[in-house]
Protein backbone atom coordinates (compact mmCIF):
# COMPACT_ATOMS: atom_id res chain seq x y z
CA UNK A 1 0.00 0.00 0.00
CA UNK A 2 1.17 3.41 -0.56
CA UNK A 3 0.85 6.06 1.97
CA UNK A 4 0.66 9.42 1.82
CA UNK A 5 4.44 11.14 2.46
CA UNK A 6 4.06 12.88 5.50
CA UNK A 7 7.26 14.83 4.21
CA UNK A 8 5.08 17.28 2.61
CA UNK A 9 2.49 18.21 4.97
CA UNK A 10 0.84 21.14 3.26
CA UNK A 11 -0.02 18.81 1.13
CA UNK A 12 -3.89 18.14 0.77
CA UNK A 13 -4.54 14.94 2.90
CA UNK A 14 -8.48 15.05 2.22
CA UNK A 15 -8.31 11.84 0.03
CA UNK A 16 -11.59 9.82 0.05
CA UNK A 17 -11.83 6.28 0.70
CA UNK A 18 -11.72 4.31 -2.99
CA UNK A 19 -15.11 2.18 -1.69
CA UNK A 20 -16.79 5.31 -0.55
CA UNK A 21 -16.11 7.42 -3.91
CA UNK A 22 -17.49 4.40 -6.22
CA UNK A 23 -21.22 4.56 -5.20
CA UNK A 24 -21.19 8.12 -5.80
CA UNK A 25 -24.37 8.50 -7.67
CA UNK A 26 -21.38 10.76 -10.76
CA UNK A 27 -19.85 7.25 -10.89
CA UNK A 28 -22.81 5.02 -11.61
CA UNK A 29 -22.91 5.83 -15.48
CA UNK A 30 -19.36 4.70 -15.52
CA UNK A 31 -19.88 1.70 -13.30
CA UNK A 32 -22.34 0.24 -15.70
CA UNK A 33 -20.50 0.70 -18.30
CA UNK A 34 -17.28 -0.72 -17.40
CA UNK A 35 -18.50 -2.71 -14.35
CA UNK A 36 -17.26 -1.94 -10.78
CA UNK A 37 -14.37 -3.64 -10.66
CA UNK A 38 -12.25 -1.77 -13.59
CA UNK A 39 -13.92 1.25 -12.05
CA UNK A 40 -12.22 1.09 -8.21
CA UNK A 41 -9.34 0.02 -10.41
CA UNK A 42 -9.02 3.45 -12.48
CA UNK A 43 -10.54 5.27 -9.36
CA UNK A 44 -7.56 3.85 -7.61
CA UNK A 45 -5.21 4.23 -9.91
CA UNK A 46 -6.32 8.50 -10.32
CA UNK A 47 -5.95 8.95 -6.66
CA UNK A 48 -2.53 7.88 -6.75
CA UNK A 49 -1.64 9.87 -9.13
CA UNK A 50 -3.42 13.51 -7.55
CA UNK A 51 -1.29 11.84 -4.39
CA UNK A 52 1.46 12.51 -6.31
CA UNK A 53 0.87 15.77 -8.46
CA UNK A 54 -1.19 17.30 -5.18
CA UNK A 55 -3.60 17.86 -7.64
CA UNK A 56 -7.05 18.90 -5.62
CA UNK A 57 -9.08 16.08 -7.61
CA UNK A 58 -11.68 18.51 -9.14
CA UNK A 59 -11.07 17.24 -12.14
CA UNK A 60 -11.73 13.17 -10.58
CA UNK A 61 -14.36 12.32 -12.96
CA UNK A 62 -13.09 12.98 -16.36
CA UNK A 63 -10.15 11.67 -15.36
CA UNK A 64 -11.54 8.46 -14.39
CA UNK A 65 -13.44 8.33 -17.44
CA UNK A 66 -10.08 9.02 -19.32
CA UNK A 67 -8.66 6.16 -17.69
CA UNK A 68 -11.26 3.90 -18.83
CA UNK A 69 -11.54 4.56 -21.98
CA UNK A 70 -8.04 4.34 -22.60
CA UNK A 71 -8.34 1.07 -21.09
CA UNK A 72 -10.71 -0.19 -23.73
CA UNK A 73 -9.61 2.13 -26.87
CA UNK A 74 -7.54 -0.55 -29.33
CA UNK A 75 -4.59 0.10 -29.22
CA UNK A 76 -3.36 -0.30 -32.64
CA UNK A 77 -3.65 3.22 -34.57
CA UNK A 78 -2.48 4.49 -37.95
CA UNK A 79 0.53 5.93 -38.30
CA UNK A 80 2.15 7.94 -41.30
CA UNK A 81 5.31 6.36 -41.99
CA UNK A 82 7.75 9.61 -43.10
CA UNK A 83 10.89 7.73 -41.69
CA UNK A 84 11.76 6.99 -45.33
CA UNK A 85 12.38 3.22 -44.01
CA UNK A 86 10.20 1.27 -46.60
CA UNK A 87 9.69 -1.93 -44.81
CA UNK A 88 9.92 -0.59 -41.39
CA UNK A 89 9.30 -3.59 -39.17
CA UNK A 90 7.83 -1.42 -36.10
CA UNK A 91 5.12 -0.21 -38.44
CA UNK A 92 4.24 -3.55 -39.73
CA UNK A 93 6.72 -4.23 -42.91
CA UNK A 94 4.45 -3.83 -46.16
CA UNK A 95 1.25 -1.69 -46.57
CA UNK A 96 -1.13 -2.86 -48.49
CA UNK A 97 -2.55 -1.84 -51.63
CA UNK A 98 -5.71 -0.41 -52.40
CA UNK A 99 -7.21 -4.29 -53.49
CA UNK A 100 -5.86 -5.93 -51.22
CA UNK A 101 -7.57 -4.14 -48.45
CA UNK A 102 -10.47 -4.13 -50.36
CA UNK A 103 -10.26 -8.39 -51.03
CA UNK A 104 -9.99 -7.95 -46.70
CA UNK A 105 -14.13 -6.83 -46.83
CA UNK A 106 -14.43 -10.30 -48.80
CA UNK A 107 -13.26 -12.67 -46.63
CA UNK A 108 -14.68 -11.00 -43.94
CA UNK A 109 -18.14 -12.31 -44.47
CA UNK A 110 -18.83 -15.88 -45.25
CA UNK A 111 -16.39 -16.54 -48.32
CA UNK A 112 -15.48 -20.06 -50.20
CA UNK A 113 -12.37 -20.31 -48.10
CA UNK A 114 -12.91 -24.23 -48.20
CA UNK A 115 -15.59 -24.90 -50.33
CA UNK A 116 -15.09 -26.16 -53.84
CA UNK A 117 -17.67 -24.17 -55.62
CA UNK A 118 -17.99 -26.30 -58.67
CA UNK A 119 -18.16 -29.15 -57.04
CA UNK A 120 -19.77 -28.53 -53.68
CA UNK A 121 -16.86 -30.77 -51.98
CA UNK A 122 -14.37 -29.51 -49.37
CA UNK A 123 -11.96 -27.27 -50.98
CA UNK A 124 -7.97 -26.31 -49.62
CA UNK A 125 -7.34 -22.61 -48.34
CA UNK A 126 -4.04 -22.90 -49.64
CA UNK A 127 -4.92 -23.93 -53.29
CA UNK A 128 -6.43 -20.49 -52.95
CA UNK A 129 -3.53 -18.59 -53.42
CA UNK A 130 -1.34 -21.45 -54.90
CA UNK A 131 -2.44 -21.00 -58.41
CA UNK A 132 -1.58 -17.45 -58.67
CA UNK A 133 1.80 -18.27 -57.52
CA UNK A 134 2.95 -21.11 -59.54
CA UNK A 135 1.57 -18.74 -62.25
CA UNK A 136 3.92 -15.72 -61.40
CA UNK A 137 6.84 -17.61 -60.31
CA UNK A 138 6.60 -20.65 -62.99
CA UNK A 139 6.95 -23.40 -60.55
CA UNK A 140 5.16 -26.18 -60.53
CA UNK A 141 3.80 -26.12 -56.57
CA UNK A 142 2.98 -23.10 -54.11
CA UNK A 143 1.57 -23.24 -51.12
CA UNK A 144 1.24 -20.61 -47.88
CA UNK A 145 1.51 -20.37 -44.21
CA UNK A 146 1.40 -17.79 -41.63
CA UNK A 147 5.18 -16.32 -41.73
CA UNK A 148 8.29 -16.93 -43.31
CA UNK A 149 9.39 -18.09 -40.22
CA UNK A 150 6.67 -20.85 -39.95
CA UNK A 151 7.49 -21.32 -43.44
CA UNK A 152 11.24 -22.69 -42.69
CA UNK A 153 10.27 -24.73 -39.79
CA UNK A 154 7.78 -26.64 -41.57
CA UNK A 155 10.29 -27.21 -44.53
CA UNK A 156 13.03 -28.08 -41.98
CA UNK A 157 10.48 -30.59 -39.35
CA UNK A 158 8.09 -31.62 -42.58
CA UNK A 159 11.42 -32.97 -44.99
CA UNK A 160 14.05 -33.26 -42.66
CA UNK A 161 13.14 -34.69 -39.09
CA UNK A 162 15.57 -36.99 -37.60
CA UNK A 163 18.15 -36.44 -39.99
CA UNK A 164 20.76 -34.02 -41.31
CA UNK A 165 20.61 -30.48 -43.01
CA UNK A 166 24.28 -28.95 -43.93
CA UNK A 167 24.17 -25.03 -43.08
CA UNK A 168 27.12 -22.91 -43.36
CA UNK A 169 28.54 -20.98 -40.97
CA UNK A 170 28.09 -17.73 -42.62
CA UNK A 171 24.45 -18.04 -43.25
CA UNK A 172 23.51 -18.77 -39.32
CA UNK A 173 21.82 -16.15 -39.01
CA UNK A 174 19.09 -14.36 -36.53
CA UNK A 175 16.46 -12.28 -37.77
CA UNK A 176 14.86 -9.60 -35.30
CA UNK A 177 12.74 -11.18 -33.42
CA UNK A 178 14.45 -14.61 -32.08
CA UNK A 179 14.49 -16.27 -35.27
CA UNK A 180 17.66 -17.68 -35.16
CA UNK A 181 18.70 -20.65 -37.35
CA UNK A 182 19.94 -22.95 -34.82
CA UNK A 183 17.05 -22.54 -32.75
CA UNK A 184 14.68 -23.35 -35.43
CA UNK A 185 16.73 -26.04 -36.73
CA UNK A 186 16.49 -27.78 -33.30
CA UNK A 187 13.15 -27.05 -32.77
CA UNK A 188 12.29 -28.74 -36.10
CA UNK A 189 14.19 -31.95 -34.98
CA UNK A 190 16.65 -31.63 -37.38
CA UNK A 191 20.07 -31.80 -37.12
CA UNK A 192 22.33 -29.63 -38.18
CA UNK A 193 25.43 -29.94 -39.56
CA UNK A 194 27.86 -26.71 -39.69
CA UNK A 195 30.28 -26.29 -42.66
CA UNK A 196 32.95 -23.76 -43.62
CA UNK A 197 33.61 -20.67 -41.89
CA UNK A 198 31.94 -17.00 -40.65
CA UNK A 199 33.49 -15.84 -44.23
CA UNK A 200 34.12 -18.49 -46.35
CA UNK A 201 32.38 -21.51 -47.41
CA UNK A 202 33.03 -23.41 -50.78
CA UNK A 203 30.58 -26.32 -52.23
CA UNK A 204 32.93 -28.60 -51.80
CA UNK A 205 32.65 -28.13 -47.72
CA UNK A 206 29.09 -29.28 -48.49
CA UNK A 207 29.94 -32.25 -50.31
CA UNK A 208 32.43 -33.27 -47.89
CA UNK A 209 29.86 -33.42 -44.97
CA UNK A 210 27.22 -35.03 -46.74
CA UNK A 211 26.13 -38.80 -45.56
CA UNK A 212 23.62 -41.31 -45.58
CA UNK A 213 21.44 -39.50 -42.97
CA UNK A 214 22.24 -36.00 -44.70
CA UNK A 215 18.17 -34.93 -45.87
CA UNK A 216 19.04 -31.63 -47.51
CA UNK A 217 21.71 -28.55 -47.79
CA UNK A 218 19.96 -25.16 -46.44
CA UNK A 219 20.83 -22.06 -48.12
CA UNK A 220 20.16 -18.64 -45.96
CA UNK A 221 19.97 -15.92 -47.05
CA UNK A 222 22.09 -13.47 -45.06
CA UNK A 223 19.26 -10.71 -45.57
CA UNK A 224 19.79 -8.63 -42.89
CA UNK A 225 23.84 -7.77 -43.07
CA UNK A 226 26.62 -8.61 -45.19
CA UNK A 227 30.10 -9.44 -45.04
CA UNK A 228 32.78 -7.91 -47.02
CA UNK A 229 36.45 -8.50 -47.81
CA UNK A 230 37.66 -11.84 -47.80
CA UNK A 231 34.53 -13.79 -48.46
CA UNK A 232 33.34 -17.01 -50.29
CA UNK A 233 29.97 -18.27 -50.76
CA UNK A 234 29.06 -21.60 -53.12
CA UNK A 235 26.30 -20.49 -55.17
CA UNK A 236 22.91 -21.75 -55.82
CA UNK A 237 23.96 -23.51 -58.88
CA UNK A 238 26.81 -25.07 -57.68
CA UNK A 239 24.78 -26.45 -54.22
CA UNK A 240 22.34 -27.85 -56.49
CA UNK A 241 24.78 -30.02 -58.25
CA UNK A 242 26.16 -31.59 -54.91
CA UNK A 243 22.50 -31.83 -54.26
CA UNK A 244 21.76 -33.79 -57.24
CA UNK A 245 24.73 -35.81 -57.53
CA UNK A 246 23.70 -37.20 -53.71
CA UNK A 247 19.90 -37.01 -53.90
CA UNK A 248 19.80 -34.38 -51.17
CA UNK A 249 17.12 -31.59 -51.25
CA UNK A 250 18.56 -27.79 -51.95
CA UNK A 251 16.49 -25.93 -49.61
CA UNK A 252 16.57 -21.69 -49.43
CA UNK A 253 15.11 -19.60 -47.03
CA UNK A 254 15.29 -16.70 -49.19
CA UNK A 255 14.03 -14.50 -46.52
CA UNK A 256 12.71 -11.06 -48.68
CA UNK A 257 11.61 -12.65 -51.97
CA UNK A 258 12.52 -9.98 -54.69
CA UNK A 259 10.30 -10.09 -58.13
CA UNK A 260 12.74 -8.66 -59.80
CA UNK A 261 16.50 -7.62 -59.56
CA UNK A 262 17.20 -4.98 -56.74
CA UNK A 263 20.45 -4.32 -54.87
CA UNK A 264 22.13 -7.42 -54.87
CA UNK A 265 19.24 -9.05 -53.55
CA UNK A 266 18.58 -12.68 -54.71
CA UNK A 267 15.49 -13.13 -56.38
CA UNK A 268 12.92 -15.91 -56.33
CA UNK A 269 13.36 -16.76 -60.18
CA UNK A 270 17.14 -17.83 -59.75
CA UNK A 271 16.36 -19.61 -56.71
CA UNK A 272 13.73 -21.37 -58.03
CA UNK A 273 15.90 -22.06 -61.42
CA UNK A 274 17.93 -24.37 -58.54
CA UNK A 275 16.07 -25.78 -55.38
CA UNK A 276 13.61 -28.08 -54.52
CA UNK A 277 11.93 -25.23 -51.79
CA UNK A 278 12.17 -21.77 -51.64
CA UNK A 279 10.40 -19.86 -48.94
CA UNK A 280 10.19 -15.97 -48.08
CA UNK A 281 8.07 -13.33 -46.41
CA UNK A 282 4.53 -12.33 -47.58
CA UNK A 283 5.05 -8.76 -46.23
CA UNK A 284 8.42 -7.84 -47.19
CA UNK A 285 9.85 -7.15 -50.88
CA UNK A 286 6.48 -9.00 -52.45
CA UNK A 287 4.41 -6.03 -50.66
CA UNK A 288 1.61 -8.33 -49.72
CA UNK A 289 0.26 -9.09 -46.08
CA UNK A 290 2.28 -11.15 -43.51
CA UNK A 291 2.80 -14.72 -44.39
CA UNK A 292 5.25 -17.29 -45.60
CA UNK A 293 5.30 -18.19 -49.11
CA UNK A 294 6.39 -21.57 -49.78
CA UNK A 295 7.66 -22.89 -53.17
CA UNK A 296 9.29 -25.39 -55.27
CA UNK A 297 8.97 -29.06 -56.17
CA UNK A 298 5.48 -30.56 -55.76
CA UNK A 299 6.13 -33.69 -54.07
CA UNK A 300 8.43 -31.49 -51.05
CA UNK A 301 5.19 -29.27 -51.06
CA UNK A 302 2.47 -32.05 -50.90
CA UNK A 303 4.59 -33.76 -48.04
CA UNK A 304 5.04 -30.19 -45.99
CA UNK A 305 1.17 -29.42 -46.74
CA UNK A 306 0.39 -32.60 -45.02
CA UNK A 307 2.41 -32.47 -41.98
CA UNK A 308 0.58 -32.04 -39.00
CA UNK A 309 2.54 -28.93 -37.91
CA UNK A 310 1.17 -27.11 -41.39
CA UNK A 311 -2.76 -27.07 -39.40
CA UNK A 312 -0.89 -25.16 -36.16
CA UNK A 313 1.20 -22.66 -39.26
CA UNK A 314 -1.82 -22.31 -41.48
CA UNK A 315 -2.50 -18.70 -43.11
CA UNK A 316 -5.76 -17.01 -41.99
CA UNK A 317 -8.97 -15.83 -44.71
CA UNK A 318 -7.84 -12.36 -44.23
CA UNK A 319 -4.22 -12.76 -45.14
CA UNK A 320 -5.00 -15.15 -48.14
CA UNK A 321 -7.59 -12.42 -49.74
CA UNK A 322 -4.76 -10.02 -49.40
CA UNK A 323 -2.35 -12.07 -50.49
CA UNK A 324 -4.82 -12.96 -53.48
CA UNK A 325 -5.28 -9.38 -54.78
CA UNK A 326 -1.42 -8.42 -54.17
CA UNK A 327 -0.19 -11.54 -56.56
CA UNK A 328 -3.39 -10.88 -58.95
CA UNK A 329 -1.66 -7.22 -58.93
CA UNK A 330 1.54 -8.14 -60.15
CA UNK A 331 0.12 -11.02 -62.41
CA UNK A 332 -1.67 -8.74 -64.50
CA UNK A 333 0.63 -5.88 -64.62
CA UNK A 334 -0.32 -3.59 -61.71
CA UNK A 335 2.45 -4.03 -59.61
CA UNK A 336 2.60 0.03 -60.02
CA UNK A 337 -0.51 -0.20 -57.50
CA UNK A 338 1.63 -1.99 -54.84
CA UNK A 339 2.81 0.80 -52.71
CA UNK A 340 6.34 -0.77 -51.39
CA UNK A 341 6.71 -0.77 -55.62
CA UNK A 342 5.88 2.96 -56.00
CA UNK A 343 8.39 3.88 -52.80
CA UNK A 344 10.88 1.79 -54.05
CA UNK A 345 10.60 2.94 -57.75
CA UNK A 346 9.83 6.67 -57.23
CA UNK A 347 12.87 8.99 -59.12
CA UNK A 348 14.18 11.03 -56.66
CA UNK A 349 12.88 14.72 -58.76
CA UNK A 350 9.46 12.78 -57.94
CA UNK A 351 10.32 12.64 -54.02
CA UNK A 352 11.91 16.32 -54.51
CA UNK A 353 8.70 17.99 -55.68
CA UNK A 354 6.70 16.39 -52.84
CA UNK A 355 9.13 17.83 -50.52
CA UNK A 356 9.00 21.26 -52.50
CA UNK A 357 5.55 21.16 -52.41
CA UNK A 358 5.23 20.61 -48.38
CA UNK A 359 7.43 23.21 -47.68
CA UNK A 360 5.73 25.58 -49.91
CA UNK A 361 2.77 24.30 -48.13
CA UNK A 362 4.35 24.67 -44.47
CA UNK A 363 5.79 27.95 -44.87
CA UNK A 364 2.57 30.00 -45.65
CA UNK A 365 1.62 28.09 -42.13
CA UNK A 366 4.34 29.95 -40.83
CA UNK A 367 6.61 26.86 -40.38
CA UNK A 368 10.42 26.81 -41.46
CA UNK A 369 11.43 24.05 -43.32
CA UNK A 370 14.48 22.96 -45.55
CA UNK A 371 15.56 20.42 -48.17
CA UNK A 372 17.91 17.95 -47.50
CA UNK A 373 19.53 15.74 -49.59
CA UNK A 374 19.76 11.90 -47.94
CA UNK A 375 18.62 8.66 -48.47
CA UNK A 376 15.96 6.24 -48.05
CA UNK A 377 16.28 2.50 -46.47
CA UNK A 378 14.28 -0.67 -47.73
CA UNK A 379 14.44 -1.96 -44.56
CA UNK A 380 12.36 -5.40 -43.20
CA UNK A 381 15.96 -6.64 -42.35
CA UNK A 382 16.25 -6.54 -46.65
CA UNK A 383 18.99 -5.27 -48.43
CA UNK A 384 20.92 -3.40 -45.71
CA UNK A 385 23.76 -1.46 -48.00
CA UNK A 386 21.20 -0.18 -50.39
CA UNK A 387 20.41 2.93 -50.36
CA UNK A 388 17.48 4.67 -52.38
CA UNK A 389 18.50 8.46 -53.08
CA UNK A 390 15.59 11.06 -51.24
CA UNK A 391 15.09 14.54 -50.51
CA UNK A 392 13.89 14.99 -46.80
CA UNK A 393 11.95 17.71 -45.66
CA UNK A 394 13.68 19.43 -42.17
CA UNK A 395 11.52 20.88 -40.05
CA UNK A 396 13.50 23.71 -37.99
CA UNK A 397 13.20 23.28 -34.37
CA UNK A 398 14.50 20.99 -31.46
CA UNK A 399 14.48 17.92 -33.07
CA UNK A 400 13.74 15.35 -30.47
CA UNK A 401 11.16 17.66 -29.46
CA UNK A 402 9.53 18.07 -32.73
CA UNK A 403 9.45 14.17 -33.72
CA UNK A 404 8.63 13.68 -30.08
CA UNK A 405 5.39 16.31 -30.93
CA UNK A 406 4.74 14.56 -34.66
CA UNK A 407 4.78 11.25 -32.61
CA UNK A 408 2.08 12.25 -30.75
CA UNK A 409 -0.09 13.51 -33.76
CA UNK A 410 -3.29 12.96 -34.69
CA UNK A 411 -2.80 10.42 -36.97
CA UNK A 412 0.86 10.28 -35.55
CA UNK A 413 3.63 10.88 -37.60
CA UNK A 414 7.20 8.69 -37.58
CA UNK A 415 9.69 10.87 -38.52
CA UNK A 416 13.37 10.51 -37.83
CA UNK A 417 16.38 12.72 -36.83
CA UNK A 418 19.31 13.04 -39.38
CA UNK A 419 22.26 15.62 -38.11
CA UNK A 420 20.38 16.78 -35.32
CA UNK A 421 17.67 17.61 -37.40
CA UNK A 422 13.60 16.41 -37.43
CA UNK A 423 13.38 15.31 -41.05
CA UNK A 424 9.96 13.71 -43.09
CA UNK A 425 10.75 11.68 -45.89
CA UNK A 426 8.24 11.80 -48.90
CA UNK A 427 9.37 8.51 -49.88
CA UNK A 428 7.55 6.77 -47.82
CA UNK A 429 4.27 8.82 -47.44
CA UNK A 430 1.48 7.10 -48.69
CA UNK A 431 -0.33 8.54 -51.37
CA UNK A 432 -3.30 10.80 -50.26
CA UNK A 433 -1.33 11.71 -47.09
CA UNK A 434 0.04 14.31 -47.57
CA UNK A 435 -3.08 17.13 -46.49
CA UNK A 436 -2.91 15.16 -43.22
CA UNK A 437 0.97 15.09 -42.72
CA UNK A 438 1.00 18.86 -43.41
CA UNK A 439 -1.85 19.94 -40.80
CA UNK A 440 0.52 17.13 -38.09
CA UNK A 441 3.14 19.16 -39.32
CA UNK A 442 2.09 22.18 -38.23
CA UNK A 443 0.27 21.61 -34.85
CA UNK A 444 4.00 19.97 -33.59
CA UNK A 445 5.80 22.91 -34.82
CA UNK A 446 3.32 25.09 -33.09
CA UNK A 447 3.16 23.47 -29.94
CA UNK A 448 7.28 23.60 -29.79
CA UNK A 449 7.20 27.14 -30.16
CA UNK A 450 4.39 27.66 -27.05
C1 LIG B 1 12.64 -12.00 -42.68
C2 LIG B 1 13.33 -13.33 -42.72
C3 LIG B 1 12.81 -14.41 -42.00
C4 LIG B 1 11.60 -14.30 -41.15
O1 LIG B 1 10.45 -14.07 -41.94
P1 LIG B 1 9.07 -13.66 -41.24
O2 LIG B 1 8.12 -13.53 -42.39
O3 LIG B 1 9.31 -12.38 -40.52
O4 LIG B 1 8.70 -14.75 -40.31
C5 LIG B 1 13.47 -15.61 -42.08
N1 LIG B 1 14.60 -15.74 -42.82
C6 LIG B 1 15.13 -14.71 -43.52
C7 LIG B 1 16.39 -14.92 -44.31
C8 LIG B 1 14.51 -13.46 -43.49
O5 LIG B 1 15.03 -12.43 -44.17
Known amino acids: M ?39 EAIRAQIA ?28 RRVINASGVV ?59 NNNAAAVLLALTALCKGKEVIVSRGQLVE ?40 AALLRVHTSNFRVTGFTESATLGQLAEVAKRHGVLLIDDLGSGATEA ?29 AGIVLGHSEAITKMSRHP ?31 IERMLHAPVEDVRRRAAMWSVKLAERGVETRLVESSSAVGGGSLPEHALPTVLLAVIGPASRLVAALRRGAPPVIARVENDQCCVDPRTVLKGEDETLIDVVEVAAASIRR
Open 262 to 290: IGDEPTVAESLQHCDVVTFSGDKLLGGPQ
Open 175 to 214: IGGAFRMPDVMRLSGARMVEVGTTNRTRAADYEDAITSRT
Open 87 to 145: LHTNLGRAPLSKSAIDALSVAAGYSNLELDLETGKRGERSSLAAGLLTALFGCEAASVV
Open 309 to 339: LARAVRVDKLTLAALEATLSQRLTGHADDIP
Open 2 to 40: RRIRDSQPDRPVSLPAVGTLVNEPAFAELVREHGRARVV
Open 49 to 76: AERDDGADGSARYAAVAARLQAGVTPKL
